[in-house]
């Protein structure tokens, strides 16, 4: 079973880390949303604390791996958030599970793995992956999550997440992610949702996130200013605040 953080009491809120990260990424939302939610956090299968299950070499199936998870702890409906691959993640997830999700949150993320604005292509991420290792790639990489690079206050965070990720499973993701479409589901993503990003984006640009929220039935589009890729960690507060007025909102309501 997969390596998990849980805290909390309350609907059950999950929230899905991406590419080179873990469930600890999610410490400030942690936090926050533990007081009016059963927080549940996974580790993918070759990432961080589930670092010891072998890798799943598709984006479908790490979502499988999600919902045993979900199966095994008892969850009934849930709450969902996705960051970056892991907003891939949960896009599967939504497409199988539908009925069990009660709001779905996109967050720097998109429908395709394609992503020709990308800072780099996931070629030449593999390339240096494979020749110097998971930590000094996922450094050289993290600093494109904040604006402030590695100066940013939470960098480290970023950076001690992942750690313990394999190299197999690191690169596992660089195949599955390009491999990976979702575009023919959204229509049947019928769950009201939420489209986050940071509007200094350098993995998904704001096409895509635009994309998404006009393409999805029930959705709204939040862009955070002065935010990169890791923007729940960059304006905490404004994200959790966003996220929270969201997922407390009622179908009248307009956020």
Same mark, same amino acid.
């Given at each position: 079973?997969?390596?998990?953080?849980?805290?909390?009491?309350?609907?059950?809120?999950? @929230?899905?880390?991406?590419? @080179?990260?873990?469930?600890?990424? %999610?410490?400030?939302?942690?936090?926050?949303?533990?007081?009016?939610?059963?927080?549940?956090?996974?580790?993918?299968?070759? #990432?961080?604390?589930?670092?010891?299950?072998?890798?799943?070499?598709?984006?479908?199936?790490?979502?499988?791996?999600?919902?045993?998870?979900?199966?095994?702890?008892?969850?009934?409906?849930?709450?969902?958030?996705?960051?970056?691959?892991?907003?891939?993640?949960?896009?599967?997830?939504?497409?199988?599970?539908?009925?069990?999700?009660?709001?779905?949150?996109?967050?720097?993320?998109?429908?395709?793995?394609?992503?020709?604005?990308?800072?780099?292509?996931?070629?030449?991420?593999?390339?240096?992956?494979?020749?110097?290792?998971?930590?000094?790639?996922?450094?050289?990489?993290?600093?494109? %999550?904040?604006?402030?690079?590695?100066?940013?206050?939470?960098?480290?965070?970023?950076?001690?997440?992942?750690?313990?990720?394999?190299?197999?499973?690191?690169?596992?993701?660089?195949?599955?992610?390009?491999? %990976?479409?979702?575009?023919?589901?959204?229509?049947? @993503?019928?769950?009201?949702?939420?489209?986050?990003?940071?509007?200094?984006?350098?993995?998904?640009?704001?096409?895509?996130?635009? #994309?998404?929220?006009?393409?999805?039935?029930?959705?709204?589009?939040?862009?955070?200013?002065?935010?990169?890729?890791?923007?729940? @960690?960059?304006?905490?507060?404004?994200?959790?605040?966003?996220?929270?007025?969201?997922?407390?909102?009622?179908?009248?309501?307009?956020?």
């Amino acid at each position: 079973m997969l390596n998990y953080y849980r805290r909390g009491q309350g609907p059950v809120l999950v @929230l899905q880390h991406g590419f @080179l990260g873990g469930g600890s990424l %999610w410490m400030p939302q942690i936090a926050f949303f533990s007081r009016m939610f059963d927080v549940i956090a996974p580790d993918l299968p070759g #990432y961080a604390g589930s670092a010891h299950l072998p890798p799943a070499d598709s984006v479908a199936g790490m979502a499988a791996a999600v919902v045993d998870l979900l199966d095994a702890l008892g969850v009934g409906d849930f709450n969902l958030v996705g960051h970056s691959m892991g907003g891939m993640v949960v896009q599967e997830m939504a497409a199988s599970q539908g009925k069990r999700i009660t709001k779905l949150v996109l967050y720097g993320t998109a429908c395709s793995g394609e992503m020709p604005r990308r800072f780099e292509p996931f070629s030449e991420t593999a390339r240096t992956m494979a020749a110097e290792g998971v930590e000094t790639t996922g450094a050289r990489i993290g600093k494109t %999550w904040f604006v402030e690079g590695e100066r940013a206050p939470y960098y480290p965070l970023c950076q001690n997440s992942g750690a313990g990720t394999t190299l197999e499973a690191a690169l596992a993701g660089l195949k599955a992610m390009p491999a %990976w479409n979702g575009t023919a589901a959204l229509p049947g @993503l019928a769950m009201p949702a939420l489209v986050m990003g940071g509007d200094r984006d350098r993995s998904y640009s704001l096409p895509e996130m635009a #994309y998404l929220a006009a393409t999805l039935p029930d959705a709204q589009l939040a862009i955070l200013p002065g935010c990169a890729h890791n923007a729940h @960690l960059e304006k905490p507060d404004l994200f959790n605040q966003i996220l929270n007025d969201f997922l407390l909102s009622t179908p009248s309501d307009n956020y």
